[in-house]
C-alpha cells in the first residue's frame, strides 16, 4: 500500500484546510485508516482514526467538533477537513493505513503533509 498526503500549507488561526491521502496497491485490504501527527519536538500522536467502510471514526480530544475524518472508498481517498485551527494544530500530518492479513497488523504510513498555523 501507498499513501500520498497533500493539502497543507500555512494558514491563519481560525483558517480551514482539507488534507487528502490517496492510497494504491492492496487498498482492498485496509482495514482502517488514520491520520497522525507530529509537532517539532514531540512524539507522533493520533489525530483521528476511521474504519474501512467509514461508519466508525474516533478523534483526538484535541481535535473534536472541529476536525472531520471521512473517506471515499471509489477514490481510494481519506480526508481531513480541520476547521477552527489553532497555532497547536501546527504539525506534519502523517496518513496512515492498517492491513490485518492472518491476524497479522501491517502498518502503513504517507511522507507527511506540513500544517502550519500562526497566530
Known amino acids: 500500500v501507498q499513501l500520498v498526503e497533500s493539502g497543507g500549507g500555512l494558514v491563519q488561526a481560525g483558517a480551514s484546510l482539507r488534507l487528502s491521502c490517496a492510497a494504491s496497491g492492496s487498498t482492498g485490504s485496509i482495514n482502517a485508516m488514520g491520520w497522525y501527527r507530529q509537532a517539532p519536538g514531540k512524539q507522533r500522536e493520533l489525530v483521528a482514526t476511521?474504519?474501512?467502510?467509514?461508519?466508525?471514526?474516533n478523534y483526538a480530544d484535541s481535535v473534536k467538533g472541529r476536525f472531520t475524518i471521512s473517506r471515499d472508498n471509489a477514490k481510494n481517498t481519506m480526508y481531513l477537513q480541520m476547521n477552527g485551527l489553532k497555532p497547536e494544530d501546527t504539525a506534519v500530518y502523517y496518513c496512515n493505513a492498517l492491513l490485518v492479513v492472518g491476524f497479522v497488523p501491517y502498518m502503513y504510513w504517507g511522507q507527511g503533509t506540513q500544517v502550519t498555523v500562526s497566530s
Open positions: 476511521i474504519t474501512s467502510g467509514g461508519g466508525t471514526t
